[in-house]
């Protein structure tokens, strides 16, 4: 049966939904809306368990702050912006729902900013574009060579804290990781095994999370007083070291024999690394131990079993926005924070015992 539109019939639209007030969500929450609009307005003085249930109800009632309105009523827009590189890379969606999952937290809206590509646009970007951005901070994740110009953003004085998941550390507020110690972790604990003959294969040496990271690979041999062997050692001067490089790495005997464990700078290398020693006929986690650094989901399809350093990306993204509302609301406290890295234990790093302890390889 077919319904036709009569001339005359009667046409009804549904109604709009109102929009949720501040005065519903203080009758609901049987607060003051003095007290409703503290806690929206991410005042400080509101009791903690007050302000989760005025937030609660907020959220319940599906409540949207009008954007004009309280930029307009404070002086600020209810958003922070989010400073993204112009090249992408698998590591950025943790960042960015970290910073995305603390701010809806918070009530905060998150305005994604890519940075063009090529050090002049970015220079233009930085002194023409950032100043005006109608956001109440920024997270930026700065590239190593925008770092010189950081000082032609001044976003209208709004503070900026970079996301330094690479170790430049730049001259402005920043979230770290601990890119030196998660290596001497991994290092220790291929020692517990029993591994003696541990290599490092990176890339890009200039980069200073690699250098971190070489320096944590030393840090570790220091303190199971193994010997630095510079054939052990593969620093290439690209992003990922050659298949040749690799195999020599893996097969130099000098000068106690080939090395028995790899420590990759970052997971990519790891899954390189990997490929090489099956094509040599090496067992991971047998023949060879390997371990490499990021935690990216995505290299479980390339490599079964990698035990990595979890690099803790969204959590990062998560602490920057903290660091930033604090000063915004309370002025430039402490300038920096610091988001642990820790050791994820699979297969390739040799066999545990029920409890967990390293257990030494298995003999070939």
């Not at 307005?41 to 309105?69: F, H, I, M, W």
């Not at 209810?78 to 969606?93: F, H, Q, T």
Request: charged share 25%.
């Amino acid at each position: 049966m077919t319904n036709t539109w009569r001339r005359g019939a009667a046409h009804h639209e549904p109604a709009p939904e109102r929009r949720a007030t501040i005065a519903d969500i203080a009758a609901a929450a049987d607060v003051s809306k003095p007290t409703v609009s503290r806690v929206l307005n991410q005042r400080g003085d509101v009791a903690p368990a007050t302000r989760r249930k005025v937030e609660q109800v907020a959220a319940e009632l599906g409540y949207v702050p009008s954007a004009g309105a309280r930029a307009l009523r404070t002086g600020r827009h209810g958003a922070l912006g989010l400073l993204l590189p112009s090249e992408p890379w698998g590591g950025l969606v943790n960042i960015v729902y970290g910073v995305a999952e603390e701010a809806a937290a918070r009530m905060m809206h998150v305005m994604v900013y890519p940075l063009p590509a090529g050090r002049a646009a970015e220079r233009q970007f930085a002194a023409k574009t950032l100043p005006h951005l109608p956001v109440d901070g920024l997270v930026a994740l700065m590239p190593d060579d925008m770092v010189p110009h950081r000082g032609s953003v001044p976003l209208s004085g709004a503070p900026i804290v970079a996301f330094d998941d690479r170790g430049i550390r730049p001259g402005i507020p920043y979230v770290e990781t601990t890119n030196r110690e998660g290596v001497r972790e991994a290092v220790g604990h291929l020692v517990a095994h029993g591994y003696r003959r541990i290599a490092f294969a990176s890339g890009t040496s200039g980069l200073a999370f690699a250098e971190a990271r070489y320096e944590g690979y030393l840090d570790g041999l220091r303190d199971a007083g193994l010997p630095h062997v510079p054939q052990r050692v593969l620093r290439g001067q690209a992003d990922m070291p050659s298949d040749n490089e690799i195999r020599e790495l893996l097969t130099t005997d000098e000068p106690d024999g080939r090395p028995d464990a790899v420590v990759a700078a970052w997971d990519e290398i790891a899954t390189a690394v990997g490929h090489a020693a099956h094509e040599l006929g090496l067992r991971l986690g047998r023949d060879i131990a390997l371990i490499g650094f990021d935690d990216r989901p995505e290299i479980a399809l390339m490599i079964k079993g990698l035990t990595t350093v979890h690099q803790p990306l969204r959590e990062m993204g998560q602490t920057a926005v903290r660091l930033l509302l604090e000063i915004i609301e309370h002025g430039p406290g402490p300038a920096n924070a610091t988001v642990p890295t820790h050791l994820v234990i699979r297969d390739t790093c040799g066999p545990h015992a029920a409890d967990g302890t390293p257990l030494p390889p298995e003999p070939r």
